[in-house]
């Protein structure tokens, strides 16, 4: 679809990175009315040659990201204007610094970044903490109820549930769902903590390995993830990741926020709760593309409580991939690579008769709505 760019912010995200978002005309696209895409990088502005006013073509990556094709060039008529690189982050108007195509707020109590973390930490694939969403998370901070991840036990502390009644939202029964969300958090796996501390380059599947790693070596966390030669002998870990999980857990606030952690009784031994598979009860990997009626994270969870390793992509070490409609790239990749296919979703039960239990989750078709 066409439109055309009306404006350009800047969005702060969770490790400091300024990310230029431009809002558009709104336009029409897979049953979802789109305002907003991200812009990625000065490198990704000057390659498409993107000014303010410009018209666009626009298009959704796999129904969900919006992306930007090109610029409709002869369409212009000399009102556009240059994007302009940030010199101060719009949250804090502390000065950033650049970095390769990026530029950074390097306040490490810049109010937006803080929010973005608290986010991060308490979403659904790191510590599932029920009661704190986006609304919520922005009155916490902004009243300087929490000023990092930390503070967020704090909310169990009655003195602290007093001042939050005083605000709209948090009735007995608001605070009573956030209370039992931050005390069951404690008990969840480690790999959930790694993946929300928010280290570059650790996602949900690093995190996993990172900890199977200290349980197959009885290794504490603290031994693997200062020693860089046993993070680089950690297959799929490369020089990047390694560096940045060295720098994270050598950094004296990120030492003093784990201690934090550590006194409000988060767990951070690797073979408690541990909701992950044992090396020796794996059965085999897979990968799954496009859609089933069943949402692919409950096709993925099921598979992984019967002893399945989860691959983003497939690899060479892929067993079999699960394919919906509209199968993507990735079949093509599976066929090249000699990986089993699987498709449709009554051959699929069949080959894999525990997915018959499983409760239908049927994905509802997008309404409208922001993607930022």
Known sequence: AATQITSV????????????????????????????????????????????????????????????????????????????????????????????????????????KIKQQIQHFVSKNCMDIQGIGESIVDILVDNKIIENIADIYKLTDHTVQMQLRRFPWFGDKKVAEITNGVEESKQKALRRLLNGLGISHVGKKMAQDLAKEMINDTLKMIDLVTNQELLRSIYWIGEKSVESISTFFQDKDNIKLLKQLEAYGVNMDPKKYTDHIRTDEVKGSFSITWSFDVSRKTITEYFQRNGYIFNESPTKTTDFILIGEKASSKKDKAQELGIQIYEWWDTIVKQFPFLKHMSTEVKKKPTTQSLF
Request: charged share 25%; aromatic share 8%; hydrophobic share 30%.
């Open 9 to 112: 912010d800047v969005q702060v995200g969770r490790t400091g990175i300024l990310t230029p978002v431009a809002n558009f005309e709104p336009v029409q696209l897979s049953w979802a009315t789109l305002k907003r895409v991200s812009l990625h990088n000065r490198d990704f502005i000057k390659q498409k040659d993107i000014h303010i006013n410009d018209r666009i073509w626009l298009q959704r990556s796999g129904e969900v990201i919006p992306y930007i094709v090109s610029v409709i060039t002869d369409r212009r008529t000399g009102e556009e204007s240059m994007i302009n690189s940030p010199e101060t982050c719009p949250s804090c108007h502390e000065p950033v610094s650049n970095r390769d195509m990026h530029y950074y707020c390097t306040n490490s109590y810049c109010p937006d």
